[in-house]
């Protein structure tokens, strides 16, 4: 079953990450090879099939990790975007051939022997975590990767336009970079290489999230109040400052109890533990989700949206994902990231996203025959996912029905993707499989395999005793 697990918001893109595979679309080259008797000259307006070179505008998900691949996570940096898995990181440019995906890259950091655990990034700088828990940082002006300085082992980084935000371990903020309007939250407007421990008044508890938006800072302590620094042009940290900008941190009297933040170009937002989405500050391009792209003033509660369990901001739209996987987008639509009603520049209110693009993308290989890309194990427990064409359109759960799907554990023998039980990969003692015909649907067949530590094939010698549970990969026989 396909399930969204985050949603990324990019400059000029959006990106799903799900069970099937990273998808994305907005700002994203595709390369297609055009038909006969088609002049080259008649593709430069672009559109949902046909994509001109002088401004690429691509509303429909595309497949963006190529099939066979399985990446831990994935960050937007604007003109290249950041992948990384099994301890390597990968630049993925913003251009896919057809359904094949992009083509990763791997990204040399001089730290190839402590590996990658985490990447973050922003338009102009990204920084990287090493398994050691030091962090290293790049950007164009500075070429190769160099570690920051003064700063203990964090937990999280939030990006902004010229600074960095940093979580430690014991909930403390840290901050570096670009300070013109106090966005370090120092007292002044020095900017620092130097990662220096950013205090809180009297009274804070520990932070537990931070947001790092163009010139201005959030951080959100364990008792669910807000506090902000740095530039207040636009009242992304609170109107009733009456100040421009404000560098040191002040409390932000938020309706409300957060439960997380997100920050971007002058404007800010943040859910609460109700699953409401607050926005406020800069909306002009109506990234405050209120029907309009009018100033407005105070915090306002996007409406249309329940129980949202993720935000994220990119430079000027939102994305959120709700608990049933539904997904929505608003705000900056230039490069059709929000997927905008009738082709917007900007989409002013929260928009549904259209996902049922993504059934063709993860059901090519199938109607040719080839085997699902990736399954995961838990313990006996399978998640594998055979799907068939589809006519209903995706909204988060694919649909499912006996003679169309394959359930967990379940293979269909009418599948075109595989006539028998997949064959488990152990680290310790013999995977077993065992077929057997369902009685009541006899077009499935029950498959029952136990294997003591699953893990991928590429991990077969090393310690499975690390994790509980390791991905799983099925055999590829009989495809």
Known sequence: MLTIEEVVAGPQRS??????????????EVLRTLPEGVDAAEVCAPDATRIGHRSFSQPVPQRLSPRGTRWEGLVDAGHSLLAWADGQAYAVAPQVRDAAGAVPRPLALGRQDAGVRRIWAGEQQAYVQDREGALWGWSDAMPGAQRVQGLPSVRSVSVGMGHALALDARGQVWSWGANAAGQLGQGDLVQRSRAQRVVLPQGAAAVVA????????????????LWGWGSNHQGQLDQELQAAYSPGPVRIAVPGRLSSLAAGLHFSAATTQGGQVLAWGWNGLGQLGQGDAAPRAGFHAVPGLAAVQQISVGGTHVLALEHGGRCWAWGDNRHGACQGEDGAQAQSRPHALALHALNDLTETS??????????????????????????????????????????????SRASPCRPACPTLHCCAGPATTRPSPMPNWPAMVACSASCAWPCWPTTRTRACATRPWRPCRPARAGC
Do not use: Y
């Open 210 to 225: 931070v947001a790092a938006g163009a010139t201005h800072s959030l951080a959100l302590d364990e008792k669910g109040r």
């Open 366 to 411: 199938t109607r040719a025959g080839a085997c699902p890309w990736w399954c995961r194990h838990r313990w006996r427990r399978a998640s594998i996912s055979c799907a068939r064409p589809r006519a209903r359109p995706f909204t988060g759960q694919a649909a499912t029905s006996p003679s169309r799907r394959c359930w967990p554990g379940w293979w």
């Open 15 to 28: 990106v799903l990450i799900t069970s099937e595979g990273v998808f994305a679309w907005g700002n994203l």
